[in-house]
């Protein structure tokens, strides 16, 4: 069992910055790939960043990359995602997973791959 808590939303500027936490729970994160996803009010969740259990492999959807960083701290239990450049359209709720997969290099980039998700934190960016 894993339990994922997110922090470090809020409101931010257009072309700012914010960088969102997920702490995990239970001693076997190391062995979870991680994603983030997002879902704007009335639409589809969407799939934004991924990261290996490793660490060593992350993949992006194209509306973020260049702009979003994730990363882990398989010692702290940790996964960020660091974002830059920030445009209203990136306001949503934003949401951690843990998907049990079985390599150090795998991701997962699908919602019904991940195993675990969290409450999800507000991100909003004004114009």
């Known amino acids: 069992q894993v339990q994922l808590v997110e922090s470090g939303g809020g409101v931010v500027q257009a072309g700012g910055s914010l960088g969102l936490s997920c702490a995990a729970s239970?001693?076997?994160?190391?062995?979870?790939?991680m994603g983030w996803f997002r879902q704007a009010p009335g639409k589809e969740r969407e799939f934004v960043a991924a990261?290996?259990?490793?660490?060593?492999?992350?993949y992006y959807a194209e509306s973020v990359k260049g702009r979003f960083t994730i990363s882990r701290d398989n010692a702290k239990n940790t996964v960020y995602l660091q974002m830059n450049s920030l445009k209203p359209e990136d306001t949503a709720v934003y949401h951690c997973a843990a998907s049990a997969t079985r390599t150090a290099q795998a991701l997962a980039v699908m919602p019904h791959e991940y195993d675990y998700w969290g409450q999800g934190t507000q991100v909003t960016v004004s114009s």
């Open positions: 239970g001693r076997t994160f190391r062995s979870y790939a």
């Open positions: 990261i290996s259990w490793s660490g060593g492999n992350t």
